[in-house]
């Protein structure tokens, strides 16, 4: 059985390196941090790096993302990120395919911990306003 993410941390605080860090920036586009919490790890499960998921059937891909909408959007924004991400400097993300202001300041607050950032995302505020308690 796969366990879905602790719902009393946020997502970006549940995974263990910038890329699955980016897929779960595409997949709370739009869409609430409890279906993500359960998705997620089942979508990492069976894509556990950029290059097991662009080699994936697209359909399979597409089955484990239905429940969070926008799945042909979705789809092809994880496909142009995973593509990006294997050339990918790791300095600036938004850089990357489908990640935006959100997924950019993200990053740098949880993996180059720079609090500095000035982020719009009431909960990435509301993360660094704890952490500077």
């Known amino acids: 059985m796969i366990t879905p993410l602790r719902d009393d941390l946020?997502?970006?605080?549940?995974?263990s390196n910038s890329w699955e860090h980016m897929v779960g920036v595409i997949m709370l586009n739009q869409t609430g941090r409890k279906?993500?919490?359960t998705t997620l790890p089942e979508f990492l499960y069976w894509f556990p790096t950029p290059q097991?998921?662009?080699n994936a059937d697209e359909e399979f891909v597409k089955s484990?993302?239905?429940?969070?909408?926008?799945?042909?959007?979705r789809y092809q924004r994880l496909?142009?990120?995973?593509?990006?991400y294997l050339t990918w400097d790791g300095n600036d993300a938004s850089i990357l395919y489908g990640i935006?202001?959100?997924?950019?300041?993200?990053?740098?607050?949880?993996?180059?911990?720079n609090y500095s950032v000035e982020p719009?995302?009431?909960e990435l505020k509301r993360y660094l306003q704890e952490e500077m308690i």
């Open 10 to 15: 946020m997502v970006q605080q549940q995974i």
């Open 35 to 37: 279906s993500v919490k």
């Open 52 to 54: 097991t998921l662009i």
């Open 64 to 73: 484990i993302l239905q429940p969070l909408g926008m799945t042909n959007v």
């Open 79 to 84: 496909i142009g990120m995973s593509q990006d």
């Open 100 to 113: 935006g202001k959100y997924g950019s300041d993200s990053y740098e607050i949880f993996f180059k911990q």
């Open 120 to 122: 719009t995302d009431k």
